[in-house]
C-alpha cells in the first residue's frame, strides 16, 4: 500500500494523522499526570524556557572568525595532501 508523494509534499496525510494523534495524547497524558497541580497552562512553544539550555551561552561574533580559519587549515592540508602525493 503505497502513495506516490511528490518532491514539494513534505509529509503524507498519513503522517501528519499520527503526529497529530501523538499531539493529542501527550497533551491528554500531560494533563492528566498535572490534573493536582492548578497551574498547569499546556505545552511551553518558549524553546527559552527548556532545561537543556541553562548553562549555555549565545554563539558569539568569533564565530565566523573560526570557521574561516577552520576552512584555511582544511584547504591547507588538502593541499599538502596533494603536493606529497604527487
Same mark, same amino acid.
Given at each position: 500500500? *503505497?502513495?506516490?508523494l511528490?518532491?514539494t509534499e *513534505?509529509? @503524507?496525510?498519513?503522517?501528519?494523522?499520527?503526529a497529530?494523534?501523538?499531539?493529542s495524547?501527550?497533551l491528554a497524558k &500531560?494533563?492528566q499526570?498535572s490534573e493536582?497541580? @492548578? !497551574? #498547569?497552562? *499546556?505545552?511551553s512553544?518558549?524553546i527559552e524556557?527548556?532545561?537543556?539550555?541553562? *548553562? !549555555?551561552?549565545? !554563539? !558569539?561574533s568569533?564565530? @565566523?572568525v573560526w570557521? #574561516?580559519v +577552520? $576552512? %584555511?587549515s $582544511? %584547504? $591547507? #592540508?588538502g593541499? +599538502?595532501?596533494?603536493? $606529497? &602525493? @604527487?
Open positions: 500500500m *503505497g502513495r506516490y511528490e518532491k *513534505g509529509r @503524507s496525510e498519513l503522517q501528519r494523522r499520527i497529530a494523534d501523538l499531539r495524547k501527550a &500531560m494533563k499526570e493536582n497541580d @492548578s !497551574t #498547569f497552562e *499546556g505545552p512553544n518558549n524556557d527548556t532545561e537543556y539550555l541553562k *548553562g !549555555t551561552k549565545k !554563539t !558569539t568569533l564565530a @565566523s570557521l #574561516f +577552520f $576552512v %584555511i $582544511v %584547504i $591547507v #592540508f593541499l +599538502f595532501i596533494y603536493k $606529497v &602525493m @604527487s
